[in-house]
């Protein structure tokens, strides 16, 4: 009787463990396998695999709708972004962890100030119209900068980082002739490679999956636009209703790369996240 | 020793200068604007606090924070429970569960807004994707008007559990991992059930982390919009519209909506206006939740 209760039990747990995931992958094997589909068969096929599959629509994509200049431009901000936001960072958990200087405790406040405080659209104008004072809202670069100045969480991940690597490092490094800046260049970050490597994966998919704000440096300069801003234009493009096959496929040329790293290293994706909240 | 601080400061120079230019100046802007009249051109003019009586009479505005709570209330129900136990499923030696796991977190990688526009192929009412297989499979007999004024708010929801779960779920994973083993041999010993060790032993023992977690979901449900805005721009007729996507069409109109005109003085107000009841709501919400954080 037990036995059978127990086995019961397993089954039930298999089938909503299984009913659920199949729940989480459903969207993503739809856009994937609709892709490659007609309209016709996206819009009424009710099947899961295409009937003739159709690369071609990945053609269209990437030249007539222009996704090889979103991806460009996704892939331009990303890394930038990311190399920007990692140098930044990390300098500054280097002092704020190995020295004691006057201020620190502020310039902490005022990090963890800007994580907590949120007004939402509102500070989009001020950074936008300071963009436009530089000259800078015609070019990604605005994008860029105002990314990189959104690096509180990643400066908080960088200060636990530094906290791993003892101080007995430094000292002796010192002792050996090494300076402030050759410790940090030097000794401290090629041991942080490795989860430098984890925070830039972390900042990269940030960059790479933003919306508001290139949507709104893209409004008066559609050049600007990146993948998801492209993408969700298409609603409004050229008869939209009868376009679903293409914005399938634009949807896979944005997921499908993480979707890729995701699959090597979904380990470090899962780390990050949980050590980004507890900070 | 002066030379080090100097070196420090130079270190922290960058990230200090873009903090307070793009973070911190931004929200002093907003705070001097919210008390003029300014709609994005002109010379603004200091009306004093004419914007927040405007804020308390804008019935539009309410019922965007009533829709907020709606949805962020609809995310949590259904996201707290559910990651909490998967997390509890997956915590135990289970064949398979580090690709059960991999395979729940990642909806979360992906970007709000692209997979909104699946989801709006998904749930198109007319030629969906998912109401052909519901008709295909006999579940229903007419298409189901998933994104009409009736359901529009329940899918969105649905939307958002989806991309929320394996993140709760993953941190619930790493709060579980610091009950210790003895714990749950002890009460094995004493012939507890798994729903009574569910609710006796792993949510107490859990506390803290359920009031972290907790918080985090409420901040972020009250705080997300951009879904909503490529699935449904708030429509129809301002079911899905939410306090953070009102703020955002005052600042920058969506075009394909008439209704909404910039207004940055007025703007400022509702954007401080929002950020006080997301403050409001998680002081309250530390009030009442501070028995969780009973350590035992």
Same mark, same amino acid.
């Given at each position: 009787m037990v036995a059978i209760s127990r086995g019961l039990t397993r089954t039930v747990l298999w089938i909503f463990l299984l009913a659920t995931a199949g729940l989480m992958l459903f969207p993503i094997v739809v856009a994937i396998l609709g892709s490659f589909k007609t309209n016709l068969e996206v819009t $009424? #096929?009710? $099947?899961?695999? *295409?009937?003739?599959?159709?690369? #071609?629509n990945y053609a269209h994509a990437w030249k007539q709708a222009n996704f090889a200049r979103f991806t460009w431009n996704s892939i331009y901000v990303s890394v930038f972004t990311t190399v920007g936001t990692l140098l930044i960072t990390a300098m500054a958990a280097y002092a704020v962890d190995r020295v004691n200087f006057r201020g620190k405790r502020i310039y902490i406040v005022l990090q963890s100030f800007t994580l907590f405080i949120s007004i939402g659209a509102v500070v989009l104008r001020p950074q936008f119209d300071l963009m436009v004072q530089l000259g800078l809202q015609k070019t990604l670069w605005g994008v860029i900068i105002i990314l990189i100045s959104a690096h509180a969480q990643i400066f908080f991940m960088m200060i636990g980082f530094f906290k791993g690597i003892p101080r007995e490092l430094d000292e002796a490094a010192l002792i050996d002739g090494c300076n402030f800046y050759s410790i940090f260049w030097r000794i401290i970050l090629p041991l942080l490679r490795p989860a430098l490597a984890v925070t830039a994966l972390f900042t990269f998919r940030g960059a790479w999956n933003e919306y508001i704000l290139p949507l709104v440096f893209s409004m $008066?300069? *559609?050049?600007?636009?990146t993948l998801p801003v492209g993408l969700a234009n298409l609603r409004y493009g050229f008869g939209a209703a009868s376009e679903n096959q293409y914005m399938l496929a634009g949807a896979c040329i944005s997921i499908l790369p993480l979707l890729v790293v995701y699959v090597f290293a979904n380990r470090s994706f899962m780390q990050v996240n949980v050590g980004a909240v507890k900070g | 020793m002066k030379r080090k601080q100097l070196h420090a400061y130079v270190f922290t120079f960058p990230s200090l200068f873009l903090t307070l230019v793009l973070g911190i100046y931004p929200i002093f802007w907003a705070l001097r604007y919210m008390f003029f009249a300014y709609p994005g051109y002109g010379t603004p003019q200091f009306v004093g606090l004419d914007n927040f009586f405007r804020v308390a009479r804008d019935a539009q505005f309410w019922q965007s924070v009533q829709n907020t709570f709606v949805y962020a209330a609809g995310k949590l129900v259904l996201t707290i429970p559910l990651s909490l136990i998967l997390a509890v499923i997956l915590n135990r030696a289970l064949r398979g569960r580090h690709l059960l796991r991999a395979v729940y977190f990642l909806p979360t990688i992906f970007s709000a807004s692209v997979m909104s526009i699946v989801f709006y192929i998904v749930f198109n009412s007319y030629n969906g994707i998912l109401n052909q297989y519901l008709m295909k499979l006999g579940l229903a007999s007419s298409p189901i008007d998933w994104l009409g004024a009736g359901n529009a708010m329940l899918t969105v929801i649905i939307i958002a559990v989806w991309g929320a779960v394996g993140n709760y779920m993953l941190l619930f994973l790493a709060g579980l991992q610091s009950i210790p083993d003895d714990v749950y041999e002890a009460a094995s010993l004493d012939g507890v059930n798994p729903l009574q060790r569910l609710w006796h032993i792993t949510i107490p023992m859990l506390g803290p982390v359920l009031q972290m977690v907790i918080m985090l979901a409420i901040t972020v449900s009250l705080k997300g919009y951009e879904s909503i805005m490529v699935l449904t721009e708030g429509g129809p007729? %301002?079911?899905? &519209?939410v306090m953070y996507l009102y703020l955002y069409k005052l600042f920058f109109p969506l075009? /394909? &909506? %008439? /209704?909404s005109v910039q207004n940055i003085g007025y703007g400022s107000a509702v954007g401080f206006t929002t950020a006080l009841i997301v403050g409001l709501v998680t002081m309250i919400y530390f009030w009442i939740s501070r028995k969780l954080n009973e350590t035992y």
């Amino acid at each position: 009787m037990v036995a059978i209760s127990r086995g019961l039990t397993r089954t039930v747990l298999w089938i909503f463990l299984l009913a659920t995931a199949g729940l989480m992958l459903f969207p993503i094997v739809v856009a994937i396998l609709g892709s490659f589909k007609t309209n016709l068969e996206v819009t $009424t #096929g009710a $099947t899961l695999l *295409p009937e003739v599959w159709q690369f #071609g629509n990945y053609a269209h994509a990437w030249k007539q709708a222009n996704f090889a200049r979103f991806t460009w431009n996704s892939i331009y901000v990303s890394v930038f972004t990311t190399v920007g936001t990692l140098l930044i960072t990390a300098m500054a958990a280097y002092a704020v962890d190995r020295v004691n200087f006057r201020g620190k405790r502020i310039y902490i406040v005022l990090q963890s100030f800007t994580l907590f405080i949120s007004i939402g659209a509102v500070v989009l104008r001020p950074q936008f119209d300071l963009m436009v004072q530089l000259g800078l809202q015609k070019t990604l670069w605005g994008v860029i900068i105002i990314l990189i100045s959104a690096h509180a969480q990643i400066f908080f991940m960088m200060i636990g980082f530094f906290k791993g690597i003892p101080r007995e490092l430094d000292e002796a490094a010192l002792i050996d002739g090494c300076n402030f800046y050759s410790i940090f260049w030097r000794i401290i970050l090629p041991l942080l490679r490795p989860a430098l490597a984890v925070t830039a994966l972390f900042t990269f998919r940030g960059a790479w999956n933003e919306y508001i704000l290139p949507l709104v440096f893209s409004m $008066t300069n *559609p050049d600007l636009q990146t993948l998801p801003v492209g993408l969700a234009n298409l609603r409004y493009g050229f008869g939209a209703a009868s376009e679903n096959q293409y914005m399938l496929a634009g949807a896979c040329i944005s997921i499908l790369p993480l979707l890729v790293v995701y699959v090597f290293a979904n380990r470090s994706f899962m780390q990050v996240n949980v050590g980004a909240v507890k900070g | 020793m002066k030379r080090k601080q100097l070196h420090a400061y130079v270190f922290t120079f960058p990230s200090l200068f873009l903090t307070l230019v793009l973070g911190i100046y931004p929200i002093f802007w907003a705070l001097r604007y919210m008390f003029f009249a300014y709609p994005g051109y002109g010379t603004p003019q200091f009306v004093g606090l004419d914007n927040f009586f405007r804020v308390a009479r804008d019935a539009q505005f309410w019922q965007s924070v009533q829709n907020t709570f709606v949805y962020a209330a609809g995310k949590l129900v259904l996201t707290i429970p559910l990651s909490l136990i998967l997390a509890v499923i997956l915590n135990r030696a289970l064949r398979g569960r580090h690709l059960l796991r991999a395979v729940y977190f990642l909806p979360t990688i992906f970007s709000a807004s692209v997979m909104s526009i699946v989801f709006y192929i998904v749930f198109n009412s007319y030629n969906g994707i998912l109401n052909q297989y519901l008709m295909k499979l006999g579940l229903a007999s007419s298409p189901i008007d998933w994104l009409g004024a009736g359901n529009a708010m329940l899918t969105v929801i649905i939307i958002a559990v989806w991309g929320a779960v394996g993140n709760y779920m993953l941190l619930f994973l790493a709060g579980l991992q610091s009950i210790p083993d003895d714990v749950y041999e002890a009460a094995s010993l004493d012939g507890v059930n798994p729903l009574q060790r569910l609710w006796h032993i792993t949510i107490p023992m859990l506390g803290p982390v359920l009031q972290m977690v907790i918080m985090l979901a409420i901040t972020v449900s009250l705080k997300g919009y951009e879904s909503i805005m490529v699935l449904t721009e708030g429509g129809p007729f %301002g079911k899905t &519209e939410v306090m953070y996507l009102y703020l955002y069409k005052l600042f920058f109109p969506l075009t /394909s &909506e %008439g /209704s909404s005109v910039q207004n940055i003085g007025y703007g400022s107000a509702v954007g401080f206006t929002t950020a006080l009841i997301v403050g409001l709501v998680t002081m309250i919400y530390f009030w009442i939740s501070r028995k969780l954080n009973e350590t035992y």
